[in-house]
């Protein structure tokens, strides 16, 4: 498994990459992508400890150590179900929770 190391402090917490994965695959494929993530958290990742994280530009899935996001100084409160989804290139991420 390959490692990424992303200084989040480098971007920026913002509310439209939801909105804008909805406007790109439409609204269903966006819930799939969003539930294909918390499912590859519950077959490769540890509780309490990574969290799944969506690349907004190609709908590209992995997992992220929640820790790597606590260095960052971001307070998460984390839950199950919770998603990133991150664009590399807008330098923006948004946490998103979703809803059962």
């Known amino acids: 498994m390959k ?7 480098k971007y920026e917490s913002v509310n439209f990459l939801w909105p804008e994965l909805i406007k790109d695959y439409g609204f269903d494929k966006a819930r799939k992508i969003i539930s294909q993530a918390i ?3 519950k077959m490769n990742g540890t509780k309490n400890s990574t969290m799944p994280i969506i690349f907004s530009g190609t709908g ?3 997992l992220v150590p929640i820790k790597m996001l606590e260095k960052e100084n971001f ?12 664009n590399i290139k807008r330098k923006s991420f948004q946490i998103l929770n979703e809803a059962n």
Request: hydrophobic share 45%; glycine share 4%.
């Open 60 to 62: 590209g899935l992995a």
């Open 3 to 9: 490692t990424v190391q992303i200084e989040f402090s």
């Open 75 to 86: 307070k998460i409160s984390y839950k199950d179900k919770q998603v990133l989804i991150f």
């Open 39 to 41: 499912d590859l958290q």
